[in-house]
Nanobody, 124 residues
Framework: QLQLVESGGGLVQPGGSLRLSCAASGFTLDYYAIGWFRQAPGKERGGVSCITSSGGNTNYADSVKGRFTISRDNANNTVYLQMSSLKPEDTAVYYC?????????????????WGQGTQVTVSS
């Protein structure tokens, strides 16, 4: 079974940092672009960041640019999202998705596999 599992979420104060992990099982990530998405209550799931299958290109939503960094370790079948300078508006469930393509996408429908999500809460 192809599976993605997110971890690393939790409660953090504004200005703090978290590192989210997306670990794959049942398949290797070598040929998949990986996107991080988030969904806050009452809002649709939106793109946060994406990394191409080789790791050669990345993109970020304007709201997180300069604060979040996406990276991948294909040898360990894991993609990370390092989040710093967290703000209350970053509070959401964070999901990783795998796209069977080299290229990144901002669209949820372009991703075939999803994890169950990990909750990130930024609050004082």
């Amino acid at each position: 079974q192809l599976q993605l599992v997110e971890s690393g979420g939790g409660l953090v104060q504004p200005g703090g940092s978290l590192r989210l992990s997306c670990a794959a099982s049942g398949f290797t990530l070598d040929y998949y672009a990986i996107g991080w998405f988030r969904q806050a209550p009452g809002k649709e799931r939106g793109g946060v960041s994406c990394i191409t299958s080789s790791g050669g290109n990345t993109n970020y939503a304007d709201s997180v640019k300069g604060r979040f960094t996406i990276s991948r370790d294909n040898a360990n079948n894991t993609v990370y999202l390092q989040m710093s300078s967290l703000k209350p508006e970053d509070t959401a469930v964070y999901y990783c998705g795998a796209r069977g393509n080299y290229y990144c996408s901002d669209y949820v429908t372009d991703f075939s596999y999803w994890g169950q999500g990990t909750q990130v809460t930024v609050s004082s």
